[in-house]
């Protein structure tokens, strides 16, 4: 067995996602995006990389599967946001305003309208709303949709289910209006500036900068720092880091769950 296909069964038996099933051509693109990032240049030497650096999974996982998403991904993060901040956010302003950069099919988006829904039921004093952008226009038009497969919902709640879902009869559950609305979807590449107006809240970006090469990540995160207002919070996913050079722009809120404080 040559070197790429013997890469190919670690794959498999490591995240059970069967590459035989995508175009070669696609999949190669794919690991040597993950390559170049570590400065790999053998298959073999990726397959050894892999084997040995548990850190490497959810990187080259995302990108074989680049717009993969769920409700609530990462539920101890999504917890930590509710309790920690939209709580006590909520007891202070009476605005709120949340930008999901790099969306995908919209599950991230809804999950943070659950929350605040939830969150503001009889509080019907707030103003809130969720800004939520992508470059790829198919999956956005999924996203507007909000029509999900029952697999999206592993981390929603029974009392999620019935208040903001309606189970279709083909088996897919559609979100239901009162969350839709609440969602602004909007076309935007994140290389191009910020799209909305500043003085943002929170800033979530999570599982996106993963293709982006470090000066271009660094650009993101000034973007992000001056979209959010001083005190707001930028979210990153599990396996992304703050460069050296913009670390300074924010204090750790919680490092574990890679959620920062912008700095005055
Ligand atoms: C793995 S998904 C992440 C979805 C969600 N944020 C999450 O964490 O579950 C990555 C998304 O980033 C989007 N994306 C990649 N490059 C982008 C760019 N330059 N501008 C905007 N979105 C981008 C992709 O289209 C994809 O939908």
């Known amino acids: 067995m040559d070197e790429f296909q013997s890469l190919l069964q670690t794959i498999q038996r490591l995240f059970g996602i069967q590459c035989t099933n995508y175009k070669e051509d696609y999949i190669k ?7 170049n990032a570590r400065r790999i240049a053998t298959y073999r ?4 990389y892999l084997l040995k650096h548990p850190e490497e999974h ?7 599967t680049i717009n993969v998403t769920k409700f609530f991904r990462d539920p101890a993060v999504f917890e ?5 901040i939209l709580i006590p956010m909520l007891r202070q302003q009476n605005r709120i305003r949340i930008w ?4 995908s099919s919209g599950e991230e988006p809804y999950s943070y309208a659950m929350m605040l829904y939830d969150q503001t039921l009889i509080r019907k004093d707030i103003d809130w709303q969720v800004i939520a952008t992508d470059i790829d226009d198919v999956i956005l038009g999924k996203a507007r949709e909000g029509v999900y497969d029952k697999s999206a919902l592993e981390f929603v709640n029974e ?18 209006p009162h969350i839709r609305e609440k969602v602004r979807f909007q076309h935007h590449d994140l290389m191009s ?3 909305v107006q500043h003085g943002l809240d929170i800033v979530s970006c999570r599982n996106v900068t993963i293709y982006f090469s470090d000066p271009q990540k660094n650009d993101l995160v000034r973007m992000f720092y001056q979209g959010l207002r001083p005190g707001g919070y930028y979210i990153m996913g599990m396996s992304e880091f703050l460069g050296r050079e913009v670390e300074n722009l924010f204090i750790p809120f919680k490092p574990l769950q890679k959620i920062f404080i912008r700095k005055d």
């Open 29 to 35: 693109r794919r690991l040597a995006s993950r390559m």
């Open 80 to 84: 930590c946001i509710r309790n920690e």
């Open 45 to 48: 030497e990726y397959q050894e």
């Open 58 to 64: 959810e990187p080259l996982k995302n990108a074989l």
């Open 100 to 103: 999901s950069a790099g969306c």
């Open 193 to 195: 500036g910020v799209p």
């Open 159 to 176: 009392r999620q289910l019935h208040r903001h879902f309606t189970r279709r009869a083909d088996g897919k559950f559609e979100i239901k």
